[in-house]
């Protein structure tokens, strides 16, 4: 699995768009970018996720760039709820199986400031 | 929403006691999983499951050992806890096969004293 870096923290006022980046640079052409987040005390939660278009849904938007090494999560109005560990994760797709575990690193510690 | 709950929420036990984690999906899905997430660790795969008493071992089931004997439950065993097993234990689903998608329950508290 590629590797990915994140930047340890961020802030961001609340009602602005959060934009978290994250580096994958040795990032092969089958494996996708997947962002989950873990608000404290909570299970991880799924977020989103792309191959190499740019992806939205009804949490966030997802921008991968063209030589994909590296990509960024929107939260495109950040809330006081939004504050979370956020992890980056390259995967190839899941067969179900065990190769399906999920492993986080330490992700990006995102504060939403009122 | 893929339901999942979890029990118990929270639990105290000694050392050498026999423990029985409980995960509960609503949602029929195939693929289960149970983690364990400690500081510094992450989140690690200790098992996992893809049917009714199909189950496999992830990367940290040295002491552990799991049953599904219906598509619903997923049971996680500490068959003779270790101060070492004091973690917060999730349990997941697959949400979407093909994709890495899933769900994950609200965690239990594990102290092994």
């Known amino acids: 699995d590629a590797k990915t870096t994140q930047p340890p923290s961020m802030d961001c006022a609340e009602g602005r768009a959060a934009n978290l980046p994250c580096n994958h640079s040795?990032?092969?052409?089958?494996?996708?970018v997947y962002w989950y987040r873990q608000i404290h005390s909570q299970g991880p939660q799924y977020i989103i996720h792309?191959?190499?278009n740019n992806e939205t849904n009804e949490m966030a938007s997802l921008i991968i760039t063209e030589d994909r090494k590296s990509s960024t999560l929107i939260l495109p109005h950040a809330t006081l709820r939004d504050t979370a560990v956020y992890y980056c994760?390259?995967?190839?797709?899941?067969?179900?199986?065990?190769?399906?575990?999920?492993?986080f690193g330490k992700g990006t510690h995102l504060i939403i400031q009122p | 929403d893929a339901g999942i709950t979890q029990s118990p929420r929270h639990k105290v036990t000694e050392t050498g006691t026999p423990v029985t984690l409980r995960c509960h999906q609503t949602?029929?899905?195939?693929?289960m999983y149970w983690y364990r997430q400690d500081p510094g660790h992450g989140l690690r795969l200790i098992h996992y499951?893809?049917?009714?008493?199909?189950?496999d071992k992830g990367e940290v089931s040295d002491g552990y050992s799991v049953s599904r004997s219906k598509t619903e439950d997923f049971l996680l065993t500490l068959e003779s806890a270790t101060s070492s097993q004091t973690s917060v234990y999730f349990c997941?689903?697959?949400?979407?096969?093909?994709?890495?998608?899933?769900?994950f329950g609200p965690g239990t508290r594990l102290t092994v004293t």
């Open positions: 994760i390259v995967r190839v797709e899941g067969t179900g199986g065990g190769a399906d575990g999920l492993t």
């Open positions: 040795t990032i092969s052409g089958n494996e996708y």
């Open positions: 792309g191959l190499k």
């Open positions: 949602e029929n899905h195939r693929y």
């Open positions: 499951s893809y049917g009714v008493k199909d189950t």
């Open positions: 997941a689903t697959l949400v979407k096969a093909g994709t890495m998608e899933q769900y």
